[in-house]
């Protein structure tokens, strides 16, 4: 071998463990639908960047709609979200973070920066992650839970979510029957979950 293929090999090697160990240490994202892929309406106005990051809050929701388990049926569903956050609830765009469908997708709302509409006290310091459906008397199905369990360990190795985040149901920090009883107590088995605000 002359000494250039050596390096050669050296360096190969090197990028080969630089990258076996970033490989070892990421998180999959889920597979999340862009805002122009779902066929989000632009907000009315600018919205303003979360106050901390990274968060230090995740917030589960419901929507306390019917749920959708094909990628179309959860587009036309949250684009009504949309409309109904902008023209009722004079938002400016759809109020949450993400939303997450039973058809194990995982649609971008306001994203991993910007300010939420979806819990008064948290809107500035947290995720608000809404699953389309309503969760009072069932569980969401296996595809949705994955999809949102996913997406915070995913915010989390990308430093949008704090480490040692706090997860709360909509409920505990207002008062509302949101994310739905059956929803509520199944989170309540999620890493991080808290019984504490
Ligand atoms: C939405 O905003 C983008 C980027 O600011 C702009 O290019 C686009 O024309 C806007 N769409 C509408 C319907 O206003
Ligand atoms: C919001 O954050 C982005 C970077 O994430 C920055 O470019 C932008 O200036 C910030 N906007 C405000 C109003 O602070
Ligand atoms: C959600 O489900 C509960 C229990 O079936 C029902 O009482 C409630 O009206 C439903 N919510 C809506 C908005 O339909």
């Known amino acids: 071998m002359n000494g250039r293929r050596d390096a050669g090999f050296l360096l190969g090697l090197q990028v080969v463990i630089l990258f076996g160990h970033r490989t070892v240490n990421s998180v999959e994202p889920p597979n999340i639908i862009s805002r122009s892929e779902w066929g989000a309406r632009?907000?009315?106005?600018?919205i303003k960047n979360l106050s901390v990051?990274?968060?230090?809050?995740?917030l589960i929701h419901h929507s306390d709609t019917g749920g959708c388990i094909t990628?179309?049926?959860?587009?036309?569903?949250?684009?009504l979200i949309q409309n109904y956050h902008i023209n009722v609830r004079h938002w400016g765009d759809i109020g949450y973070n993400f939303l997450v469908?039973?058809?194990?997708?995982?649609?971008?709302?306001r994203g991993w920066d910007?300010?939420?509409?979806?819990?008064?006290f948290y809107n500035s310091k947290s995720i608000g992650i809404c699953?389309?459906?309503?969760?009072?008397?069932r569980e969401p199905n296996v595809a949705a839970v994955r999809a949102t369990k996913q997406l915070i360990a995913y915010g989390a190795s990308i430093d949008k979510i704090s480490a040692t985040y706090t997860?709360?149901?909509h409920k505990q920090t207002a008062p509302t029957l949101c994310p739905g009883d059956k929803l509520y107590e199944l989170i309540k088995s999620w890493?991080?979950?808290?019984?504490?605000t």
Do not use: F
Request: hydrophobic share 25%.
């Open 191 to 196: 890493p991080h979950w808290s019984p504490t």
């Open 42 to 46: 632009n907000a009315t106005g600018p």
């Open 167 to 169: 997860l709360l149901g």
């Open 114 to 120: 910007k300010h939420g509409a979806h819990s008064k």
């Open 131 to 137: 699953i389309v459906g309503n969760y009072t008397r």
């Open 101 to 109: 469908g039973e058809d194990g997708n995982v649609y971008e709302g």
């Open 71 to 79: 990628q179309a049926l959860c587009q036309a569903k949250i684009r």
């Open 53 to 58: 990051g990274p968060t230090p809050y995740v």
